[in-house]
Every structure is written in C-alpha cells, then in structure tokens.
C-alpha cells in the first residue's frame, strides 16, 4: 500500500470508528455533561489522569476548563494529575508508579468531584488505582476507556459513567477521546452559557 493510501486508510478509520461510536456513546456522554455541571456548580471540581497520551488528553480537559474551550467564561477547577514532575517522580520513587494518580486523589479529591479517568485498555494499574481513590473520597468517575473497558469496567459503581469506545486500537480510541473531551466541554459551555 503506498503511503498517501495508508494515511486515506487512517483518515477513513478514524472517521468510521467516530461514527459508530457517536451510535453508542451520545446518551453516556450526554450524562457525563449533566454530572460534571452538577459537580462544578456546587463547588466541587475535576480530576484527571493517564498515562501517555491520555495524559496529554487529561491536561487538554483541564486547559479546556481553567482557560476556555470555544467562548468566554469564568475559569472552571480541573487538575490533571499528570503534570507535576516533582509529585510524580517522588511518589514513583518513594511509593510505586502505580499509586502516582492515587495519593494526589487522596491528597486532593474532596466528596462531589468528579474523577475523569482515561484509560484506552482498561487497564493500566495507576488509572485503576485512582478510581479506587476516588470512591474511597466519596468522588464520582467519569471512565473513558476502549475495547472491552478493562479491568476499569467492572470497578465502576452506580453513578459512574464508562465512555468506551468500540474500537481495539489505541490510537483510534484515543482519537474518540480527544472529540469526546470536546463534547463535554461544549456541553457544560452550553449548559452555563446557553446556546
Ligand atoms: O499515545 C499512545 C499511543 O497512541 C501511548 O503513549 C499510550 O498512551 C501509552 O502506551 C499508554 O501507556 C497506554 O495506556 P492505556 O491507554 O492502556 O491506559
Ligand atoms: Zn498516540
């Protein structure tokens, strides 16, 4: 296949995989919106963890929420959990790496936040941690994973949310991330500011 066929390939992918995926997730992300409202407008805020790219998708939601997404609006609280190289290297050194999203949930998660936890197989054990945390914390968890869910699937409880997207490659989960986290914040956008 040559190059320029190959890149048409990813492209079409990519798009189907989005398509079939707005089929089963509309409704859950839907809700994943009205959760994150309620939790941001009765001062709680969001959290957010993964591991390589979805570590970059968490600091995305989070620059999305602190700064603006599409229209002006006061700044809304988000951390990404992935982005203080000190606190991640102390807790990977003194701990283990697996608790690195964990102890800043602990440190930080308050009853009424939200935990948005990526992960695209389910299954990474810091991600899986941090959502043990976040229930410890009285939190709710807003799961965004692929394939099967993972390990991650059958951790969440009532009130949770899994958006899974139906796909077994890493980067065209990746890319249903990335339009996800740009539905959620147009939804709380519109549900602050209107239409
Ligand atoms: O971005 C990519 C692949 O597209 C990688 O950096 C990928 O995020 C890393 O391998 C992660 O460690 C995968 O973790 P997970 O999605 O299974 O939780
Ligand atoms: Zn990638």
Redesign the pocket.
Known sequence: MSTTARIEQHFRDSAETKLRAAETLAPAIAEAIDLLVAALTSGGKALAC?????AADAQHFAAELVGRFERERPGLPAVALTTDSSILTAIGNDYDFNVVFAKQVHALGQPGDVLLAI???G??AN?IAAIEAAHEREMRVIAMTGRDGGKIAGLLREGDINLCVPSQR??RI?EVHLLTLHCLCDGIDVALLGE
């Open positions: 993964g591991n390589g790219g979805s992960s695209t197989s299954n990474s991600v890493t980067a990746q």
